[in-house]
């Protein structure tokens, strides 16, 4: 199988014997939005490197459609688009000119840079931009310039480091839409980043590094199956009686009962058709039942279960 | 073959970008403006005290020459290497299908390029100044040679400038350090091996005298300087050593800059 990026034991090593990256493989399939996640200073940014013919690996491969990046960068460099920290920009072109040139990198044809600039420009909602000074951009709007030249030539694969990296909460929103537009237009996306949040949100598959090492690499269903914590929290309309808690405390399927005021938590043996007759039980015994959620940890939780707290490398 | 061709090929076109681009680059900073109005105003300066030959008045413009080269030189080429690292547009440039040893000969030449045309307007005016004092057959014919070897030095300069870029780390130290080598540092090791009787013929900015002195007159301007050294011995550089001398800082810096260039990582 060709996947769209693929890594064999990449080492990295500098010069004061640091070791960036320790052995890291990676194989991210077509048309997947992987999320890569780790402490500062993990090796993430260093792996992007190297992905993008930044950096040279001291051992090991990485492969980009199947090409090897540090052999042929130049073809392997064709089909990425990339992000990478926070670029500087010229601020004294326009977007218009700074992309011109890096359309005519990438040997677009005039007319079809003409085009794609305003489709990007479009899609990153930058349009009525394209001729000011990109000196007097936010950051939102820089952030949104950088993600349009990294599209401009129609990667098959994006490659975005902490691409929300000092935004506000509406250039965040902004940049997650665009990442899930781009998984709807079939791109591969590979997303680093230490916010879980945001890669809870968009990705489907998620690497987690840690010292220069994949700890973990899991589907997002997977590793919410994994986290299911055999509990459902109920919210009643009123504080319940001695009596009712007794009669919670009766359900059988229920192995524990934790009440305060007008809420419980039931602990039960995790399977969905528990959960379904528990539901059942209560609407049968007259309980005014508010709420009923099954809790499941999140993306937070998993990584502190695969990193161990406190372990990063900061 | 036809893969090594094609590679060639590309490499051709991404340096003309990238020249292309550095060329925007000046003229979008205003830098290549402000340069080139320099290049116009100093000649006009001569008007003041007008010689009896067309020989002496360019000489005397052509006194203010080498400072032009060296200011053109270091503000064209200072940041052509550590300018793309410490403003972080390499992670931009970089991650795209074209070698860094083009993005970079791309800067060499552009600014090489932006300080042939400083020397250029800089002749042009003068030559219009003489044919307006003197009348266009008093146009000395060594102008051609000294204009020549004006193109040496810039090319020397702007490698020297272009070393210190891919040395340093930042573009004002680059700048800075590439103006006092060329402006003071060289010229007090000139004028040390002088003062020791040693001829200073590997000194760059000794071998640039030859642009006035291919003239075959001296200057009107700084006589009594003159006075006050006419106890030192004299040297006068040779055209050929001149010229290989320039050349040689041309490549050197060039090839050294180049080479620190291509080390630098992130």
């Known amino acids: 199988m060709e996947y769209a990026i693929r890594t064999e034991n990449l080492v990295k090593r500098y010069s004061k014997g640091f070791t960036a990256l320790d052995g890291v493989s990676l194989q991210i399939r077509k048309g997947e939005v992987v999320g890569y996640v780790g402490p500062n200073g993990a090796g993430k940014t260093t792996t992007i490197k190297i992905l993008t013919g930044l950096l040279k690996p001291s051992s090991g491969h990485a492969y980009v459609n199947g090409i090897d990046v540090t052999a042929n960068p130049r073809e392997a460099l064709r089909t990425i688009g990339a992000l990478i920290e926070v670029p500087g920009v010229y601020d004294y072109l326009t977007p218009h000119e700074m992309l011109s040139y890096f359309g005519k990198v990438y040997r677009m044809s005039g007319g079809e840079i003409d085009h794609r600039i305003k489709e990007t420009l479009e899609l990153v909602r930058l349009s009525d931009w394209e001729h000011k000074k990109i000196g007097t951009f936010s950051t939102g709007m820089l952030r949104r310039l950088t993600i349009a030249k990294a599209i401009l030539h129609k990667p098959d694969n994006l490659i975005l480091d902490e691409p929300v990296l000092g935004l506000d909460p509406e250039g965040i929103r902004d940049v997650r839409e665009l990442i899930r537009q781009f998984r709807n237009e079939g791109m591969t996306v590979f997303l680093s980043s230490h916010l879980l949040g945001e890669v809870a949100e968009v990705c489907s598959t998620v690497i987690f590094l ?50 305060n005021d007008n809420t419980a938590r039931l602990l039960y043996d995790g399977k969905p058709e528990s959960s379904v007759q528990i539901l059942r039980r209560l609407v049968s015994s007259n309980f005014d039942v508010v709420s009923y959620n099954v809790e499941s940890a999140g993306l937070e939780d998993y990584y502190v279960s695969v990193m161990g707290e406190g372990k990063g490398s900061n | 073959m036809e893969i090594a061709r094609h590679n060639i090929r590309n490499d051709v076109l991404d340096t003309y970008l990238s020249v292309k681009f550095e060329l925007m680059r000046y003229s979008k900073t205003r830098r290549l403006l402000i340069i080139a109005a320099l290049a116009i105003i100093i000649p006009l300066i001569f008007y003041v005290k007008v010689p009896d030959t067309a020989g002496v008045f360019a000489a005397n413009v052509l006194t203010f020459i080498n400072v032009l080269i060296v200011i053109s030189a270091a503000m064209f080429a200072g940041d052509a290497v550590c300018g793309e690292f410490e403003k972080k547009t390499n992670l931009l440039s970089f991650p795209t299908p074209q070698r860094r040893s083009s993005i970079f000969a791309g800067k060499y030449i552009a600014a090489l390029l932006a300080t042939f045309l400083v020397v250029l307007l800089y002749y042009v005016v003068m030559l219009l100044q003489i044919a307006q004092l003197y009348g266009w057959g008093a146009i000395p014919t060594e102008l051609g040679k000294s204009f020549l070897t004006a193109l040496f030095f810039s090319a020397a300069a702007v490698s020297v400038v272009y070393f210190f870029s891919g040395l340093l780390k930042r573009s004002i130290s680059s700048t800075i350090v590439g103006f006092l080598f060329l402006m003071v540092v060289l010229r007090v090791v000139q004028e040390i091996l002088t003062r020791v009787n040693q001829e200073p013929w590997f000194i760059v900015t000794y071998s640039a005298d030859l642009i006035t002195n291919v003239l075959g007159v001296s200057s009107s301007l700084g006589s009594g300087r003159r006075e006050a050294l006419s106890t030192l011995p004299a040297f006068t550089p040779h055209f050929g050593v001149g010229i290989a001398v320039m050349l040689a800082y041309a490549i050197i810096g060039f090839v050294a800059g180049m080479a620190l260039a291509l080390r630098k990582e992130d």
Do not use: Q
Not at chain 1, 218 to 228: A, K, L, R, V
Not at chain 1, 229 to 252: G, H, Q, Y
């Open chain 1, 210 to 259: 840690n010292k220069g090492k994949v700890v973990s690499s899991d589907s997002m269903d997977t590793i919410g199956s994994t986290m299911e914590r055999k509990a459902v929290d109920v919210k009643f309309l009123k504080p319940l009686s001695r009596e009712e808690i007794e009669k919670l405390r009766a359900i059988e399927l229920v192995s524990g009962v934790d009440v």
